[in-house]
DNA sequence: TGCTGTCCCTTTGTCCGACAAAGTTAGAGC
DNA sequence: GCTCTAACTTTGTCGGACAAAGGGACAGCA
């Protein structure tokens, strides 16, 4: 039988954690605002009463966290974290566990069809406009794979966005992440790849207009089903992620 | 017409990023292993050539980025990120964001739904034995909202680890922290609550246990809607996730 | 033998002071 | 009113410093 347990276990965070967890309570619960700014590294010196190295430790934990951010005169304020930053993290976490493609594909099955119901029930005007503008942009590079590529991920981002539903983008994101790069393999070794595709997109825009959630899933299927055999075409499904799609990722957070 | 590119941008960011982004690289395309060890910080400044304190910047980076921890006696290694931690910053960012709780209920509606469906398909005696042992401790503390909400969101961890696809894992995670505190006010404020929720959980793993997708399916739905009407009796689906709720995803992130 | 306490070395967390480069501000000059 | 310049501020980086905590080796003791 264990002892009553006598004692709490004390707090024992080092300086800069805490700096950077009071500065953090400031943002999450709102005291302080996406915007506003955080002041210099000194004023939180004087603040904290702590060292300007230990600020700054603090600072890159935020930093790093996607909470705050320097402007181009480099001075601090709390932003809003961006889904994309996050979701590269998401990426390469992927990554590191190894998961496999049939992981990916069918978790985007589930994820993408939820998107598209969502847009077919809820996208606007604007929404349709981007979608359009996006497969106006597909049509004029179909034939480069790396630009295609690009554009497909960009057109499923929108749907998503169409969806209204900004849980369904953040969890989506992630795994379209890891796509992006096999797209541009897949288009390049299939023949007929980039024609399907904007063909796929012009169908789900038209069943988004339609409000045809019926076609919108189907298509969506279809469009995914083709990732797919292309991508049996070049290797198998149980292959895990590898490391090397970091590199876009990486990429990408950066932007 | 713009001139034909003569030179290319070139990379200008700080030392401490410098040194996090070169760690980074060698992390994820598995040059270093997770569990290897990083070194000391003397051994960065030798190795980099720049003060300790940079170094000790760029290790903040990683640290909150999950790729490396430091062990018991404060050594630095790499590490595979733990979903869980990741998860709660996304959650952070879902409150920052103000999404609404029906965003929140329509995207687990699908997640979760996804999640039971690999599940039926998938599950090993290990994950029911794991199942079975929290609908015991479930049933338990039915009296106890608090313990019985920490043991609903456990049991919703193992159902998705149960369909095998950590890709699914991840994406419903974010979402699902932010379930969890509404779950114990939802016990609290609803008499019959409790004993529902163990209920579906029964009927949950009875149809993992016979493969019964539909009834899987059927269950989940419900245990959702439960948790919609019973949220619904004490605010509106439409309000935002509000910023107390970080109190606990932080909670959480720290474990 | 197995446990304990001690000393020493390493490592981390923190502090101080310093300086160049880049950005900001205020004022002079037109 | 506008531009240009000269302070001033802020950031990124550096060097060195020190206390506290851990790890390891080693002696002492049951």
Redesign the interface.
Same mark, same amino acid.
């Not at 943002?27 to 709102?30: A, K």
């Not at 390469?92 to 566990?97: F, P």
């Not at 209204?164 to 369904?168: F, T």
């Given at each position: 039988m264990p002892l009553a347990p006598l004692f709490r276990p004390i707090d024992v965070a080092p300086a =800069?954690q805490k700096v950077a967890d009071a500065i953090? +309570?400031e943002? @999450?619960?709102?005291r302080i605002k996406?915007g506003d700014p955080i002041g210099t590294e000194h004023d939180l010196v004087r603040q904290f009463g702590v060292n300007r190295?230990t600020i700054?430790?603090?600072i890159?934990?935020l930093?790093?966290?996607?909470?705050i951010r320097r402007d181009s005169s480099r001075r601090l304020h709390a932003c809003?974290?961006r =889904?994309s930053k996050?979701a590269s993290?998401?990426s +390469?976490?992927? @990554?590191?566990?190894e998961?496999t493609f049939r992981?990916?594909y069918?978790?985007?099955m589930?994820?993408e069809v939820?998107s598209i119901e969502?847009a077919v029930e809820r996208a606007t005007d604007e929404n349709l406009a981007e979608l359009a503008d996006n497969l106006m942009r597909s049509e004029a590079v179909v034939g480069d794979p790396a630009l295609l590529a690009e554009c497909d991920a960009e057109f499923h981002v929108l749907v998503a966005k169409a969806s209204?539903?900004?849980?369904?983008q953040?969890?989506?994101e992630?795994?379209a992440q890891l796509f992006y790069p096999t797209t541009e393999m897949i288009v390049t070794g299939v023949a007929e790849g980039g024609p399907r595709l904007v063909a796929a997109h012009r169908h789900l825009i038209d069943a988004i207009r339609r409000r045809d959630r019926e076609a919108g899933v189907l298509w969506t299927r279809r469009h995914l089903q083709d990732w797919r055999r292309g991508f049996e075409k070049i290797a198998s499904l149980d292959r895990s992620v590898e490391?090397?799609y970091?590199e876009h990722a990486?990429a990408a957070r950066r932007r």
């Open positions: =800069y953090e +309570r943002i @999450v619960n709102g996406p190295s700054r430790e603090g890159r934990v930093e790093e966290g996607g909470l809003l974290p =889904y996050l993290r998401l +390469r976490a992927l @990554v590191l566990h998961v992981e990916l069918e978790a985007s589930t994820l939820a969502g209204q539903n900004r849980v369904l953040l969890a989506r992630p795994a490391h090397m970091m990486q």
